[in-house]
């Protein structure tokens, strides 16, 4: 059974920093690809960034192109999102996705994730 467990989230200032974990049980971690999705308040559910975890390639949405890093350990089957610059807007419960193949590059942002966390809340204050 797949498992995917967030953690990390809390409460910055404007300009600060947060990491991301998600830890993955029970995936075929090195072939799978992994995503990070936020929904703030009132919005709809939006397409963080992604990692195929085989060779590393990482896509990004156009709000966390530039201050949001995804990363992997595969030793810990664990995927990263490091947040820098975080602004009011990026406030939001973030989830980790995850489906369990290789992606194609064009389609990771637009794939279906078979697999979701429970997500944490990032909070940031103006």
């Known amino acids: 059974q797949v498992q995917l467990v967030e953690s990390g989230g809390g409460v910055v200032q404007s300009g600060g920093s947060l990491r991301l974990s998600c830890a993955a049980s029970g995936l075929s971690f090195s072939s799978a690809t992994m995503a990070w999705f936020r929904q703030g308040p009132g919005k709809e559910r939006e397409f963080v960034g992604a990692i195929r975890n085989r060779d590393g390639y990482t896509a990004y949405a156009d709000p966390a192109e530039g201050r949001f890093t995804i990363s992997r350990d595969k030793a810990k089957n664990t995927v990263f999102l490091q947040m820098n610059s975080l602004k009011p807007e990026d406030t939001a419960l973030y989830y980790c996705?995850?489906?369990?193949?290789?992606?194609?590059?064009?389609?990771?942002?637009?794939?279906?994730?078979?697999?979701w966390g429970q997500g944490t809340q990032v909070t940031v204050s103006a």
């Open positions: 996705a995850a489906v369990n193949r290789y992606i194609i590059v064009s389609a990771l942002r637009s794939t279906p994730y078979e697999y």
